[in-house]
C-alpha cells in the first residue's frame, strides 16, 4: 500500500469525521454515525467488532439572557445545564471562605476571583476529583441558590485552557442552573449587588445512549497490543485534532493489519466519551476488562498526533527495557517522528493505572494546542497533516509486525 493512497485515504477519513458529520458529542446523532461509519469500516478489513453500549446524556441550548434593571450581559449556558427562567436577589462571591459563611438560599450567585479561578471537576469523574472542587460542590448544593453565574477568564492548566472563558461547570450530574461569562462582564454585573436579576437559559438534558467500538484481529491467546483513540469531540468543535486524527489512524492501520494473522492479539478501540464530563466510554472499558489488564503487552494512544506544526512525538510509560528499545528503534526510521515529553491527561492513564506498559503518541506541539485550538471551532481538518497520519500508521504497522516477531 503507498503512502498516497494512505494520504488519501486519512483526508478523506477527517473529512468524514469533521466536515460529513456535523458534530461529535457523546449521545447526539453525529456520535453515533460516526461509530457506525468506524465499525463498517473495521468490519471490512476482516476484523471481529463489537459495540457495547452505555447510557449518557444529549444535551441542546438555544442561548441565555441576563438583565438587570433593563441591562444586558453577555453569558453562555454551562454546557449540561439545566434551563431555567427565574429572578433572583444578587449575591458576589469571591472566594472559598464567602461561600463558606454565604446564606444565599433563593438568590442568583455571581462567582468570582479566586471562587472561579479553575474549572470545577464534576462530581462523579472518575479519575480526578480535588477535594476543594468537591467542597465547592457541596457547598453550591447546600446553599441552594436560584442559578450560578461564573465570571471566568483562563485555566491553562486544565482542559479548558483554549477556550475564553472556560465554563466553570461542565456536569450533568449538578442540578443548579448555571451560566458563564467574561472576567470583564463579571466586573460589570457586580456592581449590582442585592439587586433582582433576571435570568433565562434555554437549554434541555435528552437522554441518550454511546458506544465503544472494539475491533479485534490475530491470536486469542493471553498477549494482546491494545490500541486506543477517541471518536468523540468536545461540544461545538469539529475535532480534527482532538481526535479525528487519531481515529483516522486507527483505520489506516486497520487497513495495513487487515491480512494479520499472527500470534499477538490485535485490538483497535475507538474509545468514545474522553471529551464528555464521565468518562462514559473509559469506565465501560475498566470494566469489561477487569481482570484482563494483565494480557496487554502493550497499550498506545493516539491523540493529536497530526497537527501540521512541529513533529509528531511520542512518549513511553513503564514499558520494559526491551519494548522501550524497540519503539525507539522502529520509530527512529521515520523522519518527523520523535521522542517527547511525558503526558497524562489522555487516555493511556487507563494502562497506567492498571500497571500496562503504555506508549502515547500526539504532537510536540501539545501544549501550543491546547492552548488556541483543541476544544475549539478552530479544531478543523486543515489544522491535521494527513501525510503525518499516514507515517504514524506505517510506524504502528512496523512495530507490532516487530513485536509480534519477539513475543
Known sequence: MTSTHLIEKAESYLGNLCLDIPCRRVGSAGNRAATDLF??????????????EFNCMDW?????????????????????????????????????EELEAAMVSNQILLLRGEAAREQLMPKKFPFYNPDRHKRVIQLLETRHPQAIIAATSRDPEMVVGSQHPFPLIEDGDFDIPSVYMTEEEGLRLAEYAGRQVALEIRANRIPSTGCNIIARKGAAGERRVVLFAHIDARLDSPGANDNASGVAIL??????????????????????????????????????????????????????????????AYSTYGCPVEVAAAIRRVFSAYSGLVEGE??????????????????????????????????????????????????????????????????
Open 39 to 52: 465499525a463498517k469500516i473495521v468490519a471490512s478489513c476482516g476484523y471481529e467488532t463489537h459495540s457495547p
Open 60 to 96: 441542546s441550548q438555544e442561548g441565555a439572557d441576563l438583565y438587570v434593571d433593563g441591562d444586558a450581559f453577555e453569558v453562555i449556558p454551562s454546557p449540561y445545564s439545566l434551563g431555567c427562567n427565574v429572578r433572583a436577589p444578587l449575591s458576589i462571591i469571591s472566594s472559598d
Open 251 to 312: 483505520l489506516l492501520l486497520a487497513e495495513l493489519m487487515a491480512d494479520y494473522s499472527g500470534k499477538l492479539g490485535l485490538e483497535i478501540v475507538a474509545l468514545n466519551g474522553e471529551d464528555y464530563y464521565s468518562n462514559p466510554g473509559e469506565q465501560q472499558y475498566l470494566a469489561l476488562n477487569v481482570g484482563r489488564f494483565g494480557e496487554i503487552l502493550l497499550g498506545i494512544n493516539l491523540d493529536g498526533a497530526g497537527y501540521y506544526r512541529g513533529d509528531i
Open 342 to 407: 511525558p503526558w497524562y491527561q489522555g487516555d493511556h492513564g487507563l494502562f497506567l493505572m492498571n500497571e500496562v506498559p503504555a506508549l502515547a503518541i500526539t504532537s510536540q506541539r501539545l501544549a501550543e494546542l491546547m492552548a488556541g485550538i483543541i476544544h475549539t471551532p478552530k479544531d478543523k481538518p486543515e489544522t491535521v497533516d494527513a501525510t503525518k497520519l499516514a507515517t504514524v500508521a506505517l510506524a504502528l504497522q512496523d512495530l507490532l509486525y516487530h513485536l509480534e516477531l519477539s513475543t
